[in-house]
T-cell receptor, first 115, second 112 residues
């Protein structure tokens, strides 16, 4: 059972455009929703995260929009740059006990920003 | 400061052999997680340590997989009697108190 569904699988955006990646979750116990950015040969790096008590969080060119009732959240990358080309993973977690916040990941979106 | 490190970065082994994968977390981090990432997929949780205590091993696929963190720092994930289906990227992540996790570069395991 895939608890976090991510789309699209791949995305091509022109430089300066807006990249949008969507995720949907099933487990209503999730209370922490991070996005990770992964470059080839590297581990996932935390990009931005949100909790369900807010509907939007912005950090620079990156914005998370969160819809608790629809159990959906999305990442918007404004003014996309070629350096943003990477694989993006959404994830979700909750305290599973004893301080464990195991992450449940989506399958990833490969973003290519073309000049 | 130094991030999470893992070794070896690549491991090729024959079916039936045992392998040990090492994770060196960020200094002072109390939480340590192991994940497995198949090609084209997101990481999947294997096990979690709080200091030296293995608090959650619900993601370990079977009893051939084990992990330890004896002194609350370096952790080792051991796979006994490896099978071809064990081939994957194995990632370690560490964190302080709370949800934020910092991932290492991973160990790519190939079982022939």
């Amino acid at each position: 059972q895939q608890q976090v569904k991510q789309s699209p699988q791949s995305l091509i955006v022109q430089k300066g455009g807006i990249s949008i990646i969507n995720c949907a979750y099933e487990n209503t116990a999730f209370d922490y929703f991070p996005w990770y950015q992964q470059f080839p040969g590297k581990g996932p790096a935390l990009l931005i995260a949100i909790r369900p008590d807010v509907s939007e969080k912005k950090e620079g060119r990156f914005t998370i929009s969160f819809n608790k009732s629809a159990k959906q959240f999305s990442l918007h990358i404004m003014d996309s740059q070629p350096g943003d080309s990477a694989t993006y993973f959404c994830a979700a977690s909750t305290d599973s006990g004893a301080g464990s916040y195991q992450l449940t990941f989506g399958k990833g979106t490969k973003l290519s920003v073309i000049p | 400061g130094a991030g999470v490190s893992q070794s070896p970065r690549y491991k090729v082994t024959k079916r039936g052999q045992d392998v040990a994968l090492r994770c060196d977390p960020i200094s002072g981090h109390v939480s340590l997680y192991w994940y497995r990432q198949a090609l084209g997929q997101g990481p999947e949780f294997l096990t979690y340590f709080n200091y030296e205590a293995q608090q959650d091993k619900s993601g370990l696929p079977n009893d051939r997989f084990s992990a330890e963190r004896p002194e609350g720092s370096i952790s080792t994930l051991t796979i006994q009697r490896t099978e071809q289906r064990d081939s994957a990227m194995y990632r370690c992540a560490s964190g302080g108190y709370g949800e934020t996790q910092y991932f290492g570069p991973g160990t790519r395991l190939l079982v022939l």
